[in-house]
């Protein structure tokens, strides 16, 4: 499930210190001014997370992520295949921290509501894909295709005849069933932030209850 985001750039008091640049979540849009930049962040975990942005980070930046209930937590661009940048944090997020972010998606709280829009077929493909720092011609050679051909199976212009999903899944280390995305929304991510707070603290699911202040 993917969340909105936004970079926000603060310029030092001191001209001799570098930019300051934190993560929203939750947020999304752009000052006239350039001092934001959309974001999403496709997957957050304990160590890291999937960004999109444009324009591009580099390799070795750093920035502040403002996360819920725990504040900020300092994150670092690992590689980059532009716009997607994969990122990891300097301390890893404690399961409550992350259901917490995770929860994020249930819901826009930029103007106005808007629930979230399900992963296709092809993000995920993408997404997988540069998680696992493959390229298309690595995917294009384990399954004797061309690059075109999985270019249009991420952008939604083609999809792999069922022969192939095997195969793809097991280049991507997935079973075949991973490759379809899950059925997303608030409910789903309730409910999966519930469990996962009940995990770090030892407790059953029906004993957490969510509050969401709309």
């Known amino acids: 499930m993917s969340i909105d985001a936004r970079f926000d750039t ?11 640049r934190t993560l929203r979540l939750g947020v999304s849009g752009r000052f006239a001014d350039g001092r934001s930049v959309s974001a999403t962040v496709h997957n957050i975990s304990a160590t890291g997370m999937l960004v999109e942005s444009d324009p591009a980070l580099d390799e070795g930046d750093s920035f502040s992520v403002d996360l819920p209930e725990v504040g900020e937590r300092i994150a670092r661009v690992v590689w980059v295949d532009a716009p ?9 997020l404690s399961a409550a921290a992350l259901s917490a972010a995770q929860l994020r998606a249930a819901v826009r709280t930029s103007d106005g509501h808007a629930l979230p829009v399900a992963e296709g077929f092809g993000a995920r ?3 997988l894909r540069v998680e696992r720092g493959l390229s298309l011609a690595d995917i294009a050679d384990k399954l004797g295709v061309s690059k075109p051909t999985v270019w249009a199976w991420e ?4 999809r792999p005849v069922e022969r192939r999903l095997a195969a793809l899944a097991d280049a991507l280390g997935v079973t ?3 490759l379809e995305p899950a059925t997303t929304g608030p409910v789903e991510a309730v409910e999966q932030g519930r469990r996962q707070i009940a995990e770090a603290y030892g407790v059953e699911p029906a004993r957490v209850r969510i509050m969401i202040e709309l």
């Open 176 to 178: 075949p069933g991973g």
């Open 10 to 20: 603060e310029e030092p008091d001191d001209q001799r210190g570098a930019p300051r």
């Open 155 to 158: 952008h939604g212009k083609a």
């Open 125 to 127: 493909l993408h997404r």
């Open 84 to 92: 997607m940048h994969g990122c990891r944090f300097d301390e890893p």
